[in-house]
Structure formats: C-alpha cells, structure tokens
T-cell receptor
C-alpha cells in the first residue's frame, strides 16, 4: 500500500495545453516536496510547501498544499516539451521522505 | 560544487555475485539516503544515515543487503549474494540535516542476470 498516491499515472498532452497532477495521502505531512526526474538522472527538487493552503508559483508551475496538509497539486500552464519527465511528490516523515509513485508526463511538440 | 557522485553508473552481474555500490555525498551534508527505483515499486527508501550513523534501515529488503558509512564523505551499499529481483536503479541522496532538500546522484543501474 502506497502512503502517497499520485494521479494520473501517465499523461500525454500537446504543447500549449494546461494540466494538473495530484498527490494524495491519508497521512498528514509536516511538508511536501515536488521533484522532477528526467531519464537517466536523479530527481531534482522543484518546490517545498510547508503551510496548509500554501500556493507557490515557479514560472508556469503552480503548486498547492491542501489545507489539511494531506494532499497537493501541481498545475502547469502552457506545457512545453521541456516539461516532459516524471513528477514525484514526497512527504516529510521524521527526518526522511516518502515518495509517491510519480506521474509520467509527455509533452508532444 | 560537485554534486552527489555515485559509481558505477551501470553494472551487469550474474546471480550470486557480490555487488558494491558507492556514493560520495555533497561536502557539508550530514544526512545520506539510499533509495531503490523500479517501475513496479517506484522510489523506495532503503536506509538513511545522520552524521554517519544509520538511523532507519527498515527499508533494507533482507540480510543480503548491507550499507556502511565509514566517514562523512563515503558510503557503500552491498548486495551479497545478488539475485535477479535486485535489478533496479539505486540512488544515493544527501541533505543538510533539517534543511529538507534532497540532492540525488545520477544513480547506479544494476542488472542481475
């Protein structure tokens, strides 16, 4: 049983479209992170959200932490082929992080 | 500054052989993590160290797996004997304790035939 669920599992869209991916859990986390992983590389941190209800923007990416600190969403506006990759959410527990299974995004030119 | 350095990048071995994966964390980072990634199970935490001391090894699959961190700049993950189901990408990551951001290496892709 996954502590963190992510949806959708796979997403293939055309360049210029908008999309939202979700990260859900029945557990409360002190903070939640989003990472992007490209083929042959390790995950790279995009953002950390700490406060329930918090919204952070990183250029065309908008991250939201749920009020109850159990879920999060990532919205991408006007997706570009460079956004292609595996998007992973990670919840902080004690001194380590539990990762979700990821959403594999493909943006076609 | 150099990032987390892992070696080897790729290893192909036969069932029953010993495998040793190596990691050099970022200088100044005092937490080190070993993760395993597969398509079926995603990214799983195997073990993590704080200040060279193993804190949680509950993710280590079985006695065939062992990890050491003899000093702040080096860690190993050993599998003996290896089995085909151990085939995966093994990632090492480091962080400043309490800072929250994990910095990952490029991974070691292990194939056990």
């Amino acid at each position: 049983t996954q502590l963190l669920e992510q949806s959708p599992q796979f997403l293939s869209i055309q360049e210029g479209e908008n999309l939202t991916v979700y990260c859900n859990s029945s557990s409360v986390f002190s903070s939640l992170q989003w990472y992007r992983q490209e083929p042959g590389e390790g995950p790279v941190l995009l953002v950390t959200v700490v406060t329930g209800g918090e919204v952070k923007k990183l250029k065309r990416l908008t991250f939201q932490f749920g009020d109850a600190r159990k879920d999060s969403s990532l919205h991408i506006t006007a997706a570009q082929p460079g956004d292609t990759g595996l998007y992973l959410c990670a919840g902080a527990r004690s001194q380590n992080f539990v990762f979700g299974p990821g959403t594999r995004l493909s943006v076609l030119p | 500054d150099a990032g987390v350095i892992q070696s080897p990048r790729h290893e192909v071995t036969e069932m029953g052989q010993e495998v040793t994966l190596r990691c050099k964390p970022i200088s100044g980072h005092n937490s080190l993590f070993w993760y395993r990634q597969t398509m079926m199970r995603g990214l799983e935490l195997l073990i993590y160290f704080n200040n060279n001391v193993p804190i949680d090894d509950s993710g280590m699959p079985e006695d065939r797996f062992s990890a050491k961190m003899p000093n702040a700049s080096f860690s190993t993950l050993k599998i003996q004997p290896s089995e085909p189901r151990d085939s995966a990408v093994y990632f090492c990551a480091s962080s400043r304790q309490g800072a929250g951001e994990l910095f990952f290496g490029e991974g070691s892709r292990l194939t056990v035939l």
